[in-house]
């Protein structure tokens, strides 16, 4: 008890002490200390122990209000000398603004880069800055921040051009080179300086204080304590469940505070769980870490004294206070950086910024994120200090990444990710690369952490441990900074960059080297692979280095010495690795048409061979680079061109291919997926780069330094298909007859690769360097041969074109050149088609073509040429010419050995039979002679001049083969193949090749005599053409007129079938019956009647016209509707609603007292029901649905997973279309009615009802006295009127199957729109089926409106056949319920009419929906007419009911009118002259009734239009109601939308079209009932009451407004902050379109209890605004949620596109996105359809991942 009283005391005497302290005392006694820095700590030591730490919470509101006063203030009075607020504003009055915005990025912010400016992709402006800036209007790009950076407006190094934005933009007035400091008085630096050591000391020295008990020297409190902290610290190795359950054993806290504990701790990096006395605290601790240590190393905990955590809270509090008091000033800041790297004592690394550095993995994130921000607003905003900080991380670079990599928090709380601050500001990264040697210090600390070697010194990434793992993920940030050097090439080189580049490059090559030959793979034979080896850490290294190594290549093409030297120092690396290779393997010699060549013996399927060959790759991107920037011609003394070994270079590259080859030949299937995968990343996009490309590029380098014959003899060596060609009589492909036939088709399947790498290697010449071409043909060609296979969007391209390190791919700059762009429509995107006039640069044999892509290329291209009515050959096309040095390459074409496989192949396929050769060999070899023929036809253009040229390939195929002397040539077997039978696939090709020959024997001719006037070849040859051509045409003609006959017949068929098949074409039979509305619509009616759908006069259905016949969709049987046959049911969907609410803020009611009698116009919910119009009998349902809960308990108990459906609610799938449905409703006939002639009006009929009212309500007490209450003496019995039997039971019309059925459809609305448990006595029943039919009707009349169609005949079927089965369902639904209950609710009912004075609260007038009155009354009134036998039909009391609704309706409108505004009268002439003074006239008698409630209105123009406007949707409403209920059919001026609607309305509700009427015709009568409505004690208030009035008509609902930029919304997202968790920012924040509401959705900060269990803000939201259904936009997902209940949902695609049309869902691509308006009114429809959850359960039904999503915690 003392303790309590102390506490109580000490905050009081801490305020005495607070009102006597005076800042500028303590202030001016600092100014006379000797020594400041012992009084500023004694000051510290007496009151930072009082102010914090006090109790368990660690940041009660007082800290914040007391540490400034006491704190803060008397620093600020030292610094300024006078008072703070004054000396602040004078010291940012003389301030330069600065250039730099320097604004940090929150969590989630935006962020812009301008792709054609930046200087690379970090750079990033803010959205302030950017729409301030000229880049909005180049292409941008648009991400969300990962919290940390910041906008480098006003950095002129970041921008290539407009480096500022409006409001940063330099005024070149001021001179900014002067020194900050000079505006300062001495005394003022010196004090600063004196306040700014001590305080940072202080804080550096409390936040790197490792010791719990103690503090510095000088912080000791007077008064010591003993109160403890139990402190529990983050760490990425425990989950929150694993954090959570642990707390709540060790601190027995509830789940609640657990979490709450949790969530602190993962965004603060620490909390005190615990406060009090040592040992207390130690208990906990203990708890903790035996809790947490079984898998993995315990969650650390401290138990620290009181003081200690006291002192470092204020220590954060000090650094901010830093962070803010610098923003008034640069001078301000220039000291404190000063202070900052001011070296200490103990000389080097002793200052306090490299102490905070070097001690950064102790610090808990919350200290991290405070000083890292303190560095960013001071070091980094200020030039001079940023350059001697970046020397500082630099020197420390080593063991801050050790410090790191030991951590286990993310990058992004770590002092290492300041190196993109740094490393990407051009000038500082070439000053660290000189002065520190910066780049092979970042490569020497990656190597380093990389120790896991095999033999040869290679990395071994096999059998890594979990540790091992988690050390490589960390280390690749490594990479990272290095690319962040590199990533801007230097445009002038010193000799000391020269030297430290190069020494880079060195260290680079030793990585490289122990890249080389790593994850070797043997082939295995026998038995498959037992464990699949380790594959991916390897690749996830190259994939990390493929920029780093181009950037590499792109340095040393800058500058010619040092692509020289690089050049050298790669050539010497090789060839040390190769040195460990080649030992021991034996050299062969090869012989073969007369040429031969030294190799040595190597198989691919027998040998080691490696997929990783990064020296050798590198060495061929230099090899390019010689030529490109002609090194190679200008100084090849320097070179070491001369002693290059070309054997050893192809070596590796070849039998790389080889393996490619041969896994494609199915050789190596028992190596396991991992080759597989490796083989397919080897091609990757991602890869291919620096793998498959520069492979090809070596063996090109090669290739142009041997003798062709030789290069090809090595190939087929290594392709291990040399004995085939080589023996002698090799065209007869002989022995292998005997041959084993897998082996065959290996040998196939490897020529033919074998021939597309020579393909290969001769025509890709699209490469800089290689061919004389530029870079943008290069991805002109890559796009080319995309579109060549179909139309893709632009993300498809951009996925298919490697990106460089700038994630650009170059493609906007050529994509016009080549694609026309084509707009999506409402679904799909947007998509590039190919220009036709560059089809012709189609390669079929494309290096970066897949089998698959080739095929589907192939196809569509013939398609393309065969519709244009060309041949549909695919020559090959004329390629760009050879650089000089890859010049000798075209040699290959005509070279011996080649020329020796062609004619061998075309040999073997003389023979049909056999299969030792396959057609894609063939269609390679005639594409090889194609090129060759290309090649010579481009040689002779080009060298027209000169008569002579060396490339002569039709003289080389003309030759007979020399080794049998009788061998044909190629021409000559070519010309054989042509007439082949078996070919007819490549004719066209031969013919093609056939003809060019004939060409270039022509053009040589032509150069080699003079030209004579025509050559008569030529002439023949244009002849035989155009003979052709006529032939193909009449081919074409003839085939299509057969078409045109066949489809004529097809369609002839077709229309017989569907005839005979009439019923499968319609949704349900009630189509083509004659009784129902479709075809009703255009016969004339029975009756000589008008058409009227309501009252005594209506229209009648003779008894062929009531007959329907429908079919069940289980048994196929069919069956009449009767009510005494079986029952026939629709599936349907009975959902709660709020679509229509006006009001969403109304709380939920209590679900067991509510009365729904009485909807309010708010219609804040109401139940809605659907149907898919499927029928079938009642029996085949019920067996269904037993089948479906009998399945869904099996599978409960195999797997626990939800279905898209919940049998448990009684939900289930539509047999046919597998639609949600939770219910069934019956199907019944329109009902009989008696035409009696005589019927009473008005006035005697509701004399007579009132007086069965009396006797009922009389009838009714007397029973509920009879069972024990005394009998009210004041009733007397009233006598019934004529033919009112009281004791009357009618006899129910219905069969039971139907009785049935009607109970479980009303028990299911009443279910599902109360939340309650079904009961089918209780009296709501009825009440909620009226509601629900009512409600139903609103709604489709609503969406009618909005879409803008008629109000008949545009229903589609199923939304006709639900309608008039909820009608009718709700004529008979009081045959099953109690007849006293409905009875009773049609007197209440009634009594809201016509006021009666024995029934108790009636609601007044304003707060009752008229149409849901109507209907329920129409409805409920059959219960009251079974008891008459006077000959009273319902019709009549059906439009007495509509009448005097109507009139009430009326007054309703003009109680709510609003007073006009002044505007010109618009009298109607003499039109409505009657029924605007009606109107005035029934207006003022309201006023009179009311007096003040109601304003003067004198316009009856205005009044008229108000009550004419305001009751259309109620008669429209009430048509389709009455239309369903009685079988009308409608006039067709409601068919259409048009003028006449009005008075079409009136005459078909059998209403005067001068509603006025209705009041004016029965004044007497009407009078007092006016009189009683406007009396009713609920009116005047309502008027007057504060809460909006609900006017008429209600406006329709929409989906929220959205902006039309995305950016906006996200900027709105990025300052949203989650409500619960004070200030912090929201993970994933979720707009919800419905209400506009911002949620903090999918995190345990906002999850609320729902029906006992947890659920996010999103699904709690649903049922506060949504009635359980909800529509969501996830703003850093850009993607629409759609949930229903707690357990479905599903994705939906954002109404939000870039310029492509394409939506980017998870914000991937970052291009600008804008709203797309028919996108988001196609969500707005499904939601006005109440079609969302349908829409759920078929996403859900498509895709079962959705379904294992818990969709509650979103």
Not at 227 to 252: P, S
Not at 396 to 419: A, C, G, I, M, P
Not at 1051 to 1060: D, G, L, V
Not at 1602 to 1622: E, H, M, V
Request: proline share 5%.
């Amino acid at each position: 008890m003392a303790a309590a009283e102390n506490d109580r005391e000490a905050p009081s005497a801490l305020y005495n002490e607070f009102l006597n302290f005076s800042a500028k005392d303590t202030a001016a006694k600092w100014l006379l200390a000797s020594n400041l820095s012992k009084e500023v700590y004694q000051h510290l030591a007496c009151y930072v122990p009082k102010i914090y730490c006090l109790g368990p919470n660690l940041n009660p509101q007082n800290e914040d209000l007391l540490a400034p006063l006491l704190l803060q203030s008397p620093l600020e009075w030292y610094l300024c000398g006078e008072e703070p607020s004054v000396g602040l504003a004078k010291l940012e009055q003389n301030n330069q603004p600065s250039q730099l915005c320097g604004h940090v990025f929150k969590v989630g912010e935006p962020t812009y880069s301008c792709r054609e400016c930046a200087a690379d992709p970090t750079c990033v402006l803010c959205m302030q800055c950017f729409l301030g800036s000229v880049h909005k209007e180049h292409r941008y790009r648009m991400t969300t921040s990962g919290g940390g950076g910041f906008c480098d407006c006003g950095d002129t190094e970041a921008w290539k051009k407009g480096p500022y934005c409006q409001k940063h933009e330099p005024n070149n007035s001021d001179s900014s080179q002067k020194d900050p400091l000079a505006n300062m008085t001495e005394e003022m630096i010196a004090r600063t300086y004196n306040v700014f050591s001590i305080i940072l000391k202080y804080a550096v020295d409390m936040l790197t204080w490792d010791k719990e008990d103690e503090l510095p020297e000088g912080l000791e409190p007077p008064l010591r304590g003993d109160a403890y902290y139990c402190m529990l610290f983050n760490d990425e190795v425990h989950t929150y469940e694993q954090v959570i359950y642990t707390l709540q054993k060790a601190v027995n806290c509830t789940q609640k505070e657990a979490v709450s504990f949790a969530t602190t701790v993962d965004r603060d990096g620490r909390k005190s769980v615990r406060f009090g006395d040592f040992q207390f605290c130690e208990q906990a601790k203990s708890v903790i870490v035996r809790n947490t240590s079984r898998q993995t190393k315990p969650l650390r905990v401290e138990v620290m004294h009181s003081s200690v955590v006291a002192h470092q809270c204020f220590a954060l509090k000090a650094l901010t206070w830093l962070g803010q008091i610098i923003r008034y000033s640069d001078a301000l800041r220039r000291i404190l950086c000063q202070v900052g790297l001011q070296r200490g004592p103990e000389g080097e690394n002793s200052s306090l910024v490299d102490t905070l550095m070097l001690c950064d993995s102790k610090m808990w994130k919350g200290a991290r994120n405070v000083y890292h921000q303190l560095f960013m607003s001071s070091l980094l905003m200020d030039s001079k200090y940023k350059k001697l900080f970046a020397i500082q991380f630099a020197k420390n670079y080593e063991r801050l990444q050790s410090d790191y990599v030991k951590d286990d928090h993310d990058r992004e709380f770590s002092v290492t990710d300041l190196s993109v601050q740094m490393f990407t500001v051009p000038s500082l990264a070439r000053m660290l690369i000189t002065e520190e040697n910066l780049m092979t210090t970042i490569i020497r600390t990656f190597v380093d952490h990389l120790r896991h070697r095999d033999l040869q010194g290679c990395f071994q990434f096999e059998r890594y441990t979990a540790q091992q793992a988690f050390k490589f993920r960390r280390v690749q940030s490594l990479i990272g900074d290095l690319k962040y050097v590199l990533i801007s090439r230097p445009t002038e080189w010193t000799d000391q960059l020269r030297e430290k580049y190069l020494e880079g490059f060195d260290a680079f090559l030793e990585l490289l080297k122990c890249m080389q030959g790593m994850d070797p793979v043997v082939r295995q034979v026998g038995q498959h692979i037992e464990m699949e080896p380790e594959w991916e850490a390897a690749f996830t290294l190259q994939m990390k280095l493929t920029h780093i190594i181009s950037m590499m290549q792109e340095w040393c093409a800058s500058d010619e010495k040092v692509l020289i030297e690089a050049y050298k120092k790669c050539l010497s690396a090789l060839t040390h690795c190769h040195s460990g290779f080649t030992d021991g393997e034996q050299p062969i010699t090869l012989y073969m048409c007369g040429h031969s060549v030294d190799t040595i013996r190597y198989c691919v399927s027998q040998e080691k061979v490696s997929i990783h060959l990064p020296v050798s790759r590198l060495l061929a991107g230099l090899h390019a680079l010689l030529s490109t920037t002609e090194v190679a011609y200008r100084f090849p003394e320097q070179l070491p061109l001369s002693e290059l070994s070309p054997p050893m270079l192809i070596e590796h590259p070849l039998r790389c291919l080889v393996l490619c080859a041969q896994v494609h030949a199915g050789m190596w299937r028992r190596n396991g997926f991992s080759l597989v995968n490796q083989i397919y990343y080897y091609h990757n996009v991602k890869c291919r780069v620096e793998m498959f490309d520069k492979d090809l590029i070596m063996l090109q380098a090669g290739a142009s330094m041997m003798d062709p014959n030789h290069f090809l003899m090595i190939v087929l060596s290594r392709f291990e298909l040399y004995h085939i060609f080589s023996s002698a009589d090799c065209r007869k492909r002989y022995s292998r007859e005997n041959a084993h036939k897998d082996v065959v088709q290996q040998n196939n399947t490897l020529i033919e690769e074998m021939l597309h790498l020579v393909i290969m290697i001769v025509g890709e010449r699209y490469t800089a360097g290689v061919g004389q071409v530029e870079n943008s043909d290069e991805t002109r060609r890559e796009i080319v041969h995309q579109l060549c296979i179909r139309p893709m969007a632009h993300s498809e391209l951009v996925k298919a074109l490697p990106e460089n390190e700038n994630k650009e791919t170059g493609m906007e700059r050529v994509i016009d050149s080549v694609a026309l762009f084509k707009k999506p429509g409402v679904t799909g995107r947007g998509l590039y088609k190919l220009r036709p006039e560059c089809a012709k640069m189609f390669n079929l044999y494309f290096h970066h073509y897949s089998r698959a892509d080739q095929s589907k290329a192939e196809e569509a291209q013939r398609k393309i040429k065969r519709q244009n009515g060309e041949d549909s050959v695919l020559p090959p096309p004329v390629l760009p010419r050879f650089c000089p040095l890859f010049a000798s390459l075209v040699n290959i074409l005509q070279c011996d050995v080649l020329l020796g496989i062609l004619g061998a192949v075309l040999q073997w396929a003389m023979e049909h039979s056999g299969g030792h050769w396959s057609e894609s060999m063939l269609q390679r070899v005639l594409h090889l002679i194609g090129m060759g023929l290309v090649e010579e036809q481009q040689h002779l253009i080009s060298s027209a001049d000169d008569n002579d040229t060396n490339f002569n390939f039709t003289l080389k195929i003309s030759r007979p083969g020399e080794a049998p002397a009788n061998t044909p040539s190629i021409l000559a077997l070519l010309e054989t193949l042509q007439n082949a039978p078996h070919l007819e696939v490549h004719k066209d090709m031969i013919r093609w090749i056939l003809k060019t020959v004939a060409n270039i024997k022509t053009m040589r001719e032509y150069t080699a005599s003079a030209p004579p006037s025509d050559s008569s070849g030529h002439s023949q040859e244009e002849t035989v053409r155009d003979k052709d051509k006529a032939e193909r045409k009449r081919k074409a003609e003839m085939a299509r007129l057969r078409r045109e006959k066949i489809m004529a017949q097809m369609s002839e068929m077709q229309r017989h079938f569907i005839n005979e098949n009439k019923e499968l074409f319609q949704q349900s039979l009630e189509e083509l019956d004659p009784s129902t509305s479709s075809t009703l619509e255009h016969s004339p009616s029975s009756c000589d009647s008008a058409l009227v759908c309501v009252g005594p006069h209506r229209w009648h259905a003779g008894s062929s016209e009531r007959r329907q016949m429908v079919t069940c969709i289980l048994c196929q049987e069919e069956q009449e509707i009767r009510t005494d046959g079986k029952a026939m049911v629709l599936a349907a969907f009975v959902q709660r609603s709020t679509v229509m609410s006006k009001n969403r803020k109304r709380p939920p009611h209590n679900p067991d007292k509510y009365d729904p009698l009485f909807m309010h116009p708010d219609l804040s919910f109401g139940t809605h029901t659907g149907s898919c119009g499927h029928i079938m009998h009642s029996h085949c349902w019920q067996r269904y649905f037993e089948a479906v809960q009998a399945k869904e308990q099996r599978r409960q108990q195999r797997l626990r997973v939800h279905t898209s459906y919940d049998v448990e609610n009684g939900e289930f799938l539509c047999p046919l279309c597998e639609c949600l449905s939770n219910t069934v409703i019956p199907l019944l006939p329109l009902t009989k009615t008696s035409c009696s002639s005589e019927q009473p009006d008005l006035s005697q009929w509701l004399s007579i009802t009132s007086q069965q009212m009396k006797t009922l309500l009389s009838a009714h007490r007397k029973a509920a006295d009879a069972e024990g209450v005394d009998a009210m003496d004041g009733v007397n019995d009233c006598p019934p009127p004529d033919g009112f039997k009281l004791d009357y039971t009618p006899k129910n019309p219905y069969s039971s199957t139907i009785k049935e059925m009607l109970t479980t459809f009303g028990t299911a609305t009443y279910k599902v729109g109360l939340k309650v448990h079904p009961n089918e006595q209780d009296p709501r029943v009825p009440i909620m089926c009226w509601g629900s039919c009512a409600y139903t009707i609103q709604c489709i009349e609503r969406l009618l409106v909005d879409e803008e169609k008629p109000l008949f005949g545009s229903l589609p079927c199923r939304q006709d056949d639900c309608l008039s089965s909820l009608t009718r369902f709700g004529s008979a639904c009081w045959t099953v319920s109690s007849h006293t209950t409905v009875q009773n609710h049609f007197i209440r009912l009634l009594a809201a009419l016509v006021p009666d004075p024995r029934v108790e609260n009636t609601p007044c007038v304003l707060d009752i929906d008229m149409f849901h009155l109507l209907v329920s009354l129409v409805l409920s009134h059959p219960a009251i007419l079974c008891l008459d036998s006077s000959g009273l039909s319902a019709d009549a009391a059906q439009l007495h009911f509509l009448h005097l609704v109507t009139v009430a309706h009326i007054v309703q409108i003009l109680l709510t009118s609003v007073p006009e505004e002044m505007r010109m009268e618009q009298e109607g002439g003499g039109a409505e002259r009657e029924e605007e003074e009606n109107v005035c006239m029934l207006y003022n008698t309201l006023r009179t009734h009311l007096g003040s409630g109601l304003h003067e209105v004198s316009s009856g123009w205005h009044l008229w239009r108000c009550v004419k406007v305001g009751i259309l949707p109620y008669l429209r409403a009430a048509a389709l109601f009455f239309h369903y209920l009685n079988g009308a059919p409608a006039p067709p001026e409601l068919h259409t939308l048009g003028a006449g609607e009005w008075e079409a309305l009136c005459g078909y509700l059998c209403l005067p079209s001068n509603l006025l009427q209705l009041y004016y015709n029965n004044r007497e009568l009407m009078e007092p009932l006016l009189h009683g409505w406007c009396s009713h004690p609920g009116v005047l208030p309502g008027l007057q009451s504060s809460v909006a009035l609900i006017r008429f008509p209600r406006e329709s609902n929409h989906l929220i407004e959205l902006p039309g930029d995305y950016s906006a919304l996200i900027n709105q997202a990025s300052s949203f902050t989650c409500p619960k968790s004070g200030g912090d920012k929201s993970r994933a924040p979720t707009l919800c379109l419905v209400c506009g509401a911002m949620l903090c959705s999918q995190s345990y900060c906002c999850q609320t209890e729902l029906e006992g269990e947890d659920v996010g803000a999103c699904t709690a939201h649903t049922f506060a605004c949504g009635a359980g259904v909800g529509i969501f936009l996830r703003v850093r997902e850009s993607q629409v949620l759609f949930l229903a209940g707690k357990t479905k949902g599903c994705f939906y695609a954002p109404p939000y596109l870039d310029d492509y049309g394409e939506t980017d869902q998870g914000l991937r691509r970052g291009n600008p996105l804008h709203l797309c308006q028919e996108r988001y009114r196609k969500v707005q429809k499904l939601w006005r359809q109440h079609s969302i959850t349908e829409e759920i359960g078929h996403a859900q039904e498509a895709n079962q991942t959705l379904v294992g999503i818990d969709w509650q915690h979103l």
